[in-house]
């Protein structure tokens, strides 16, 4: 079964921090990656972090250094630690597997889950 659960969302001040959490199926988990994606109101998806199965990270220079990707093999379980938050954090953050093509090229999965709200208020 196909199957992404983001949970942690919600309203905080700027400065503040959150912590988002995704549940992924094993066929997702299983992926050559997972990331975390944000879509803001009238503004396409973006990849603002990604983890290898072996552990290797990568940011969008717009959240290097204030967020944070990481892993649990064992639960299949994926993390997004957000610190610093600012207003233009503002969007529906999305978890996926991705498919690393000609080894640079990260394509997420077609399926995507509900997703969670993160609000960042000025």
């Known amino acids: 079964q196909v199957q992404l659960v983001e949970s942690g969302g919600g309203l905080v001040q700027a400065g503040g921090s959150l912590r988002l959490s995704c549940a992924a199926s094993?066929?997702?988990?299983?992926?050559?990656?997972m990331g975390w994606y944000r879509q803001a109101p009238g503004k396409q998806r973006e990849l603002v972090a990604s983890?290898?199965?072996?552990?290797?990270?990568n940011y969008a220079d717009s959240v290097k250094g204030r967020f944070t990707i990481s892993r649990d093999n064992a639960k299949n379980m994926v993390y997004l630690q957000m610190n610093s938050l600012k207003p233009e954090d503002t969007a529906v953050y999305y978890c996926?597997?991705?498919?690393?093509?000609?080894?640079?090229?990260?394509?997420?999965?077609?399926?995507w889950g509900q997703g969670t709200q993160v609000t960042v208020s000025s």
């Open positions: 094993e066929i997702i988990f299983s992926t050559n990656a």
């Open positions: 983890i290898t199965s072996g552990g290797n990270t």
């Open positions: 996926n597997g991705i498919l690393i093509v000609a080894g640079t090229v990260k394509v997420p999965l077609k399926s």
